[in-house]
């Protein structure tokens, strides 16, 4: 697609309630990250999946997150038994990897907004 | 957390006037990278400096960047009200994490 695409763009979630985050990343880009972002904060890693490699899951805070990201492209951040202090945009972002130079500029999708009542 | 650091937090200027946004990191990086995020969505990518440019220009946007100081600014010229947003800066670093740490922001707001 033309862009990076989150569904829902709002998830409102019963506390003890699993929730399921998607992420469609631009087509061709080997690299799809996952962030979170506090109102008025800064961003927050969790995870990264980079073509085959083994996900850099060090960001995620606890064992109810997880991610997966099925045949190098659409991406599903999973949250289990949600609490109050998981209410926050979860960001995806995709980019092109170089090999030798990086990744180059992240392409940011519009976010889901997660309210955990 | 690595997270880099941003001065002012907030910035508020009149149109017309520079803006200039200041970042600090405290890791060895590969590249420095400048965000623009409004309404709290998505952020949009400005500018990237590789580690080994010390200065580079896009339109009004002028990046630096000191990696002896571990530091980086951003500045915007003749800015304008539609420049009200929050700006991050973000780095990868050489070892360890791939994926981008970002700063904390400055929300910057332009009076017409």
């Known amino acids: 697609g033309a862009g990076v695409s989150q569904s829902p763009s709002n998830k409102v979630t019963e506390k003890g309630k699993d929730v399921e985050l998607r992420c469609d990343p631009i087509s061709g880009h080997t690299a799809l990250y996952w962030y979170r972002q506090s109102l008025g904060q800064g961003l927050e890693f969790l995870i990264y999946?980079?073509?085959?490699?083994?996900?850099?899951k060090s960001g995620l805070p606890s064992d109810r997150f997880s991610a997966e990201r099925t045949g190098g492209s659409v991406s599903t951040l999973t949250i289990q038994r949600t609490q109050q202090e998981d209410s926050a945009v979860y960001l995806c972002?995709?980019?092109?990897?170089?090999?030798?130079?990086?990744?180059?500029?992240?392409?940011f999708g519009s976010g889901t907004r997660l309210t955990v009542v | 957390s690595q997270q880099g650091e941003e001065d002012p937090q907030a910035l508020s200027i009149q149109e017309g006037e520079n803006a200039t946004m200041n970042c600090s990191y405290k890791?060895?990086?590969?590249?420095l990278q400048w965000y623009r995020q409004n309404s709290g969505r998505g952020l949009v990518h400005l500018i990237l400096i590789r580690s080994n440019e010390r200065e580079k220009h896009s339109g009004r946007l002028r990046v630096t960047l000191d990696t002896s100081k571990k530091s980086s600014s951003l500045l915007i010229t003749a800015s304008r009200a539609a420049d009200t947003a929050s700006y991050f800066c973000?780095?990868?670093?050489?070892?360890?994490?791939?994926?981008?740490?970002f700063g904390s922001g400055t929300r910057l707001q332009v009076q017409p």
């Open positions: 973000a780095h990868t670093e050489t070892t360890g994490r791939r994926a981008l740490t």
């Open positions: 972002a995709s980019s092109l990897v170089i090999p030798l130079q990086g990744a180059y500029g992240y392409t």
């Open positions: 999946f980079q073509g085959n490699s083994a996900p850099d």
């Open positions: 890791t060895s990086i590969n590249n």
